[in-house]
């Protein structure tokens, strides 16, 4: 009896842990829908979950993402760490107007996949020649990143009346 609610108070301090550890986000992902990979009995489901974002710089460009998350007591407690496959797909939804100058392989996007070292994120870039935005998503640690990653490109088109702007003015020099 002692050992259950010495495991049951270990639970919950975890629970207060990870949520402290975890910032709460207005501007987050938008979760799409997910879909169980591997069924658990008694804990959460492994799943794959797909997300959509919107460039905070480009106006008119989308993207999303799918993600394995992990269940099981880890994944229910929030101490998983998250695998790497991650896949991305991003598409002009609008006339496009950048909202100011940007680097490239500025962040556009990130959210941690482990309870303190791993990271993925998703950057931007501009290929000048074909006038294109470029999107990698990749996920990275401390030590020993990953070479996982996905890309995906965004011709910048025109739009009803309106003339497609050059991503090459928009980068900072």
């Not at 919950?12 to 207060?16: E, P």
């Not at 492994?46 to 799918?66: E, N, Q, S």
């Given at each position: 009896m002692a050992f259950r609610r010495f495991l049951m108070a270990a639970a919950?301090?975890?629970?207060?842990i990870v949520a402290a550890a975890v910032p709460a986000r207005a501007d987050g992902p938008d979760l799409i829908f997910k879909k169980s990979t591997v069924w658990k009995m008694l804990t959460p489901d492994?799943?794959?979950?797909?997300?959509?974002?919107?460039?905070?710089?480009?106006?008119?460009?989308?993207?999303?993402?799918?993600l394995p998350e992990r269940g099981?007591?880890?994944?229910?407690?929030g101490v998983a760490e998250e695998v790497s496959d991650i896949s991305l797909s991003?598409?002009?939804v609008g006339p496009i107007s950048f909202k100011g100058k940007f680097e490239q392989g500025e962040v556009v996007f990130s959210?941690?996949?482990s309870l303190v070292f791993k990271r993925m994120q998703i950057v931007r870039g501009c290929d000048v020649k074909r006038n294109v935005l470029v999107y990698?998503?990749?996920s990275d640690r401390i030590i020993e990143g990953s070479p996982k990653n996905s890309t995906s490109s965004v011709p910048i088109m025109p739009w009803g009346d309106s003339e497609a702007p050059r991503c090459a003015d928009w980068l900072k020099s």
């Open positions: 919950a301090g975890a629970a207060v492994d799943k794959l979950a797909v997300y959509g974002i919107d460039d905070p710089v480009a106006d008119g460009v989308a993207c999303h993402y799918t099981g007591v880890k994944g229910m407690f991003c598409r002009q959210e941690r996949r990698l998503v990749y």
